[in-house]
């Protein structure tokens, strides 16, 4: 699975990082980075409670 | 269809949440108002605040809105429901607005903006890199009262230890900390007579603006000069739009920090170290296994504190919530504590329930666009802070009633004794 982020909505509020820090991290330059290119099929919840908590739905599954 | 009324026509609501009267009660009395609400009248119109600071003759009343459910929809529509015109039940004054409320006060596309540029300071890493300091800040705190035996709590502990963090993290100096500090307890407290001590709450108001203005200018001057690896230098140093910040700009969002990074962990770790009190068998159950039982308990302790008691969004055009028809400019004031004791999510919430799993609590707000950009700063403050008390003052417990503020913004607790044996070995270091 793939993150999408919608650059043009995400705030950096980052309750993603709360959820999944090991997926998301919000860098000293304030944007959002996604640390795993391909996520495993075993962390679709995390990924999932990430995008449903996102505050601006910024974040995206991509199969 | 039923004609759509307009603010002046609208009926107020029976149940009085708008007099001083009511926010000079306890919480447990206030609850059994909001409880009345959510069950019966989950939306309802009230007749507005009356303050004595600044009267607004457009002020007709606000919408309550007290459920779990809905506080979280009017946080997540920003576009509908806005935070530019104030976040709190009063109108203020614009400049007090601008001057005080920095980007918690603001909407997107700006507020996108400003709240990006700290967003990094605050994430879960950097604090996890900044915890030993937290700890330090903490262990100091209790070093300092730990052969007293008697202290008042609030003043030299639960506003300490956030004053000393968020200090740290701006780039405040020892010599303007305890000034801020103080200083601060106005953005909520200008309506407390304790407080004011017979001072006019709008000018008090703003001789605080222009204290805290006058350290921030102070320090902007500082930071341009010589760079340091804090805040106050990433705002001198940010570009938004290729623009850098005003120096306005810089101190409204330096105000706050500054009240948000105090009064609200103030608060909590005060209504903490009551609830470990009032509730002997839920603290057995977190000392069994401190490390690993201390950051549920803590999201117990933020519910049952909810520092902040309320939000205002204001109405950015006509529309519905909850099945009322709502009209551009209302006032919508969301209330926090309510939405903590809604049955509809929280089993038995008028239980301290350290091991509550999961906590939807909305103490940190109802996860929009607003949602408290300091959270992981509180929890490991307030983590730092009981495990230090809890370990090395085993017995320390509150002893008679809190004096409680009577604000309607901040659950203020303006001073609370407790009592322990001091500690054998005198202060660790």
New interface residues.
């Given amino acids: 699975m793939r993150i999408v982020v919608d650059r043009s909505r995400c705030s950096s509020i980052g309750l993603c990082e709360a959820t999944a820090p090991d997926i998301f991290e919000i860098g000293p330059d304030g944007a959002l980075h996604i640390l795993v290119e391909d996520v495993s099929a075993d962390r679709r919840t995390d990924l999932e409670q990430a995008c449903e908590n996102c505050p601006t739905q910024a974040l995206s599954i991509e199969d | 269809m039923t004609a759509i009324l307009t603010r002046a026509e609208r009926p107020y609501d029976p149940a009085d949440i708008s007099s001083s009267e009511f926010w000079a009660s306890s919480a447990r009395d206030r609850e059994k108002v909001f409880a009345e609400l959510r069950a019966h009248r989950p939306i309802s119109w009230h007749r507005p605040v009356k303050n004595g600071m600044f009267e607004d003759p457009n002020d007709q009343g606000f919408w309550a809105v007290v459920r779990h459910a809905d506080l979280v929809e009017v946080t997540?529509r920003p576009q509908d429901f806005l935070s530019g015109k104030g976040i709190t039940f009063e109108s203020l004054p614009p400049e007090a607005l601008d001057a005080a409320q920095g980007f918690i006060a603001m909407d997107?596309p700006r507020?996108?903006k400003i709240?990006?540029?700290?967003?990094?300071a605050?994430?879960?890493?950097q604090l996890a890199r900044i915890d030993d300091h937290i700890v330090a800040n903490a262990r100091r705190i209790v070093d300092d009262i730990a052969d007293k035996g008697e202290v008042d709590f609030v003043t030299e502990v639960a506003a300490l230890v956030p004053m000393h963090n968020i200090c740290d993290m701006v780039g405040i100096p020892e010599e303007h900390r305890r000034t801020i500090a103080y200083e601060s307890q106005f953005a909520d407290g200008w309506r407390d007579p304790r407080l004011l001590q017979g001072a006019d709450p709008l000018a008090r108001v703003f001789q605080t603006i222009a204290t805290v203005h006058g350290v921030a200018h102070e320090l902007i001057e500082a930071r341009r000069r010589k760079p340091e690896n804090d805040l106050m230098t990433a705002m001198v140093q940010a570009e938004v739009d290729g623009e850098r910040l005003t120096d306005d700009d810089i101190a409204s969002i330096f105000a706050l920090l500054i009240i948000a990074g105090n009064d609200t962990t103030r608060q909590s770790t005060s209504h903490g170290m009551k609830a470990l009190t009032d509730f002997p068998d839920q603290r057995a159950w977190l000392m069994e296994d401190i490390d690993a039982r201390m950051p549920v308990a803590i999201e117990e302790i933020v519910r049952w504190a909810t520092p902040i008691m309320t939000f205002r969004r204001t109405a950015a055009h006509d529309t519905e919530l909850g099945g009322h028809q709502i009209t551009e400019g209302d006032k919508v004031i969301m209330f926090y504590s309510s939405a903590n004791m809604d049955t509809e999510v929280f089993d038995h919430p008028e239980r301290l329930d350290l091991s509550r799993s999961p906590n939807k609590h909305v103490a940190f707000g109802g996860?929009?666009?607003h949602?408290c950009l300091g959270?992981?700063l509180a929890r490991r403050q307030l983590s730092a802070t009981f495990r230090e008390l809890l370990t090395r003052l085993p017995d320390i417990r509150v002893v008679g009633e809190p004096e409680l503020g009577n604000g309607n913004f901040f659950h203020t607790v303006m001073s609370m004794k407790v009592e322990f044996t001091p500690e054998k070995s005198g202060p660790r270091r």
């Fill in positions: 997540r997107p507020h996108t709240r990006r540029l700290m967003a990094a605050f994430t879960p890493k996860g929009g666009i949602h959270a992981q």
